[in-house]
């Protein structure tokens, strides 16, 4: 039962325009999301986090929007530039729990 | 400048050989973790630490131990490597039990 999901597998953005990553999850008790970025052949790195306690959270082309009752959230990033281009995951956990990772997105931004 | 080090980078091996990934840590941090990530399940937990000694069960550890002796040093070991093992697998750590973890350049692993 996958708890945290991106259904969406891949995505491709025009240079200069917004794109939106989405991630769902199911468990309720989640209360601190993450999103990781990853190029090809490197690990995971951290993004931008946001507390449930929280419904947006911005740092400088990133900004995380939670809608705690939809069990949603998002990723904006804003202008798209082409080194934006990697896979992203959002992670979930509840309290001091483990992180919950989903499935991921691969971000493709074009000239 | 890298905290988190992993070997071997890659590693072809046979079915049935036993294999050894290490993670060593530069960070002092107190958590340690293993992931595997393969297509269309992203990364998924196999086993983690919580100090020296203590260790856990993650969502897919069957077939799967390891070890923590020292804090900077945590150990993945395929007992008998079968070919639902080949993925690539990466190393984690956190100073604390939640909020941001830091990972490793992974380890890609092939088993024939």
């Known amino acids: 039962d996958q708890q945290v999901k991106q259904n969406s597998p891949s995505l491709s953005v025009q240079e200069g325009r917004i794109s939106i990553l989405n991630c769902d999850y199911t468990?309720?008790?989640?209360?601190?999301f993450l999103w990781y970025k990853k190029y090809p052949a490197e690990g995971p790195t951290f993004l931008i986090s946001?507390?449930?306690?929280?419904d947006k959270n911005e740092d400088g082309r990133f900004t995380v929007f939670l809608n705690k009752s939809a069990k949603h959230l998002s990723l904006h990033i804003v202008p798209s530039q082409p080194g934006d281009s990697a896979v992203y995951f959002c992670?979930?956990?509840?309290?001091?729990?483990?992180?919950?990772f989903g499935t991921g997105t691969r971000l493709q931004v074009f000239p | 400048d890298a905290g988190i080090t992993q070997s071997p980078r890659h590693k072809v091996t046979e079915t049935g050989t036993p294999v050894t990934l290490r993670c060593h840590q530069t960070?002092?941090?107190?958590?340690m973790y293993w992931y595997r990530q393969d297509p269309g399940h992203g990364l998924r937990l196999i086993h983690y630490?919580?100090?020296?000694?203590?260790?856990d069960k993650g969502e897919v550890s069957d077939g799967y131990s390891v070890s923590r002796s020292k804090t900077e040093d945590f150990l993945l070991t395929l007992e008998s490597a079968t070919s639902s093992q080949t993925s690539v697998y990466f190393c984690?750590?956190?100073?604390?039990?939640?909020?941001?973890?830091?990972f490793g350049e992974g380890s890609r692993l092939t088993v024939l």
């Open positions: 630490s919580y100090g020296v000694k203590d260790t």
């Open positions: 984690a750590t956190a100073p604390t039990a939640a909020g941001e973890l830091f």
């Open positions: 946001i507390s449930s306690i929280k």
């Open positions: 468990n309720s008790m989640f209360d601190y």
């Open positions: 960070e002092n941090h107190r958590y």
């Open positions: 992670a979930a956990s509840a309290s001091t729990d483990k992180l919950i």
